[in-house]
């Protein structure tokens, strides 16, 4: 059974730059997206940016293009969001989620998602 634990993030100045981690157990093989969504409070949870496991390609709403960067090391099963020039606007819990699937193209919708961790609170301050 696949998880997924995030790590990183806290309190970040305005224009700075945060890392994020997700951990993921139980991969059997490679044939899983992971992704990264954030939610503020009183907000809907919102699709930041996701990767196939497999071939590494991503997928980025033309909004998160700019200052969002996923990666991931396969050789210690964690995926990677950067997040650079922070906006007091990026304050919210940053969740990383997983599927399995053979599907060429990942997903930023969340409902795509079945496996999801606790979130990691990014704080920014202006």
């Known amino acids: 059974q696949v998880q997924v634990v995030e790590s990183g993030g806290g309190l970040v100045q305005a224009g700075g730059s945060v890392r994020l981690s997700c951990t993921a157990s139980?991969?059997?093989?490679?044939?899983?997206?992971m992704g990264w969504f954030r939610q503020a409070p009183g907000k809907e949870r919102e699709g930041i940016t996701c990767?196939?496991?497999?071939?590494?390609?991503?997928q980025y709403p033309d909004s998160m293009l700019a200052r969002f960067t996923i990666s991931r090391d396969k050789s210690k099963n964690t995926l990677y969001l950067q997040v650079s020039s922070l906006r007091t606007e990026d304050a919210a819990m940053y969740y990383c989620?997983?599927?399995?699937?053979?599907?060429?193209?990942?997903?930023?919708?969340?409902?795509?998602?079945?496996?999801w961790g606790q979130g990691a609170q990014v704080t920014v301050s202006s």
């Open positions: 139980g991969l059997t093989n490679d044939a899983i997206h």
């Open positions: 989620a997983a599927r399995t699937t053979t599907a060429r193209d990942c997903s930023v919708s969340a409902p795509a998602y079945d496996i």
């Open positions: 990767i196939n496991w497999r071939s590494g390609s991503t």
